[in-house]
């Protein structure tokens, strides 16, 4: 299990300038903060298109979890951003590990079967 806690300054600010938004890298609850559903697309365009360092990786998959999450929770699923995500994610292990501890282990997830599928848990209820 990779333990993880959030993005460094440096990768949420690269982050924030790929996407478009001004961010100081230092908000508590980046990813909540800036999650939004229209960005979708784009983060999954940079992660199919570019090489990122591990951290950048991560930031970016904070981000669209975070907007997966806020789209789902306005009533809509898009079932090919799902699918994308889960075949980004579940190619890098590493990262795979940080986004399970994030978001199942910190709790931090608001739609568990959500992030259950996108994620690949079994079983919410046994450790990871």
Known sequence: MSEYYGPTVKAAEMVGTLIGITTSGKEQDWE???????????????LE???F??????????LLLASLELEFSSGKKNQLHIVRT???IGGDKNSLK???????????SEHQSLMKDI???QNFNSSI
Request: proline residues 4%; glycine residues 0%.
């Open 32 to 46: 909540i903060e800036f999650a939004d559903p229209e960005i979708i697309p784009r983060l999954l365009n940079a």
């Open 49 to 51: 298109l570019r090489e």
């Open 53 to 62: 360092d591990d951290e950048a990786k991560t930031a970016l998959y904070l």
């Open 86 to 88: 889960k075949e980004i």
């Open 98 to 108: 940080k986004m399970q501890f994030y978001w199942i282990n910190l709790k931090k």
């Open 119 to 121: 994620l690949h848990i």
